[in-house]
């Protein structure tokens, strides 16, 4: 499944429209956003957490009752967690999406 180019941006709710991590982080968005399972894709905000640095990384975490996904993104000392609306109906269904998209950001990234 190929991204499709702006994807994310029709997607997209919230009030935030900034995505950390750059090109990586809009690449990694409109791949996740382009997912048949996610619904829309709302940024939160950028927050920092501490000293420490890094590079881009990207990784979606475990999925709440109704299967909705966090998608949190760190870059350096910011952090930025996305909530990604899924079609998924319960916990069950949701970690087969995370675990779908995870496998799809780790490819691209090449982790």
């Given at each position: 499944?190929?991204?499709?180019?702006?994807?994310?941006?029709?997607?997209?709710?919230?009030?935030?429209?900034?995505?950390?991590?750059?090109?990586?982080?809009?690449?990694?968005?409109?791949?996740?956003?382009?997912?048949?399972?996610?619904?829309?894709?709302?940024?939160?905000?950028?927050?920092?957490?501490?000293?420490?640095?890094?590079?881009?990384?990207?990784?979606?975490?475990?999925?709440?009752a109704r299967g909705n996904l966090r998608l949190l993104f760190t870059q350096g000392t910011s952090?930025q967690e996305i909530i990604l609306v899924t079609t998924a109906a319960d916990l069950a269904e949701?970690?087969?999406?995370?675990?779908?998209?995870?496998?799809?950001?780790?490819?691209?990234?090449?982790?």
């Amino acid at each position: 499944m190929s991204p499709q180019p702006d994807s994310w941006k029709s997607k997209r709710g919230g009030i935030h429209t900034t995505i950390i991590g750059d090109r990586k982080g809009r690449k990694i968005a409109s791949l996740v956003s382009s997912h048949e399972s996610v619904k829309k894709i709302v940024p939160g905000i950028i927050q920092s957490k501490g000293p420490s640095g890094g590079s881009f990384r990207a990784k979606v975490l475990r999925p709440d009752a109704r299967g909705n996904l966090r998608l949190l993104f760190t870059q350096g000392t910011s952090f930025q967690e996305i909530i990604l609306v899924t079609t998924a109906a319960d916990l069950a269904e949701g970690e087969a999406v995370s675990d779908e998209l995870n496998a799809l950001i780790e490819k691209e990234l090449g982790e």
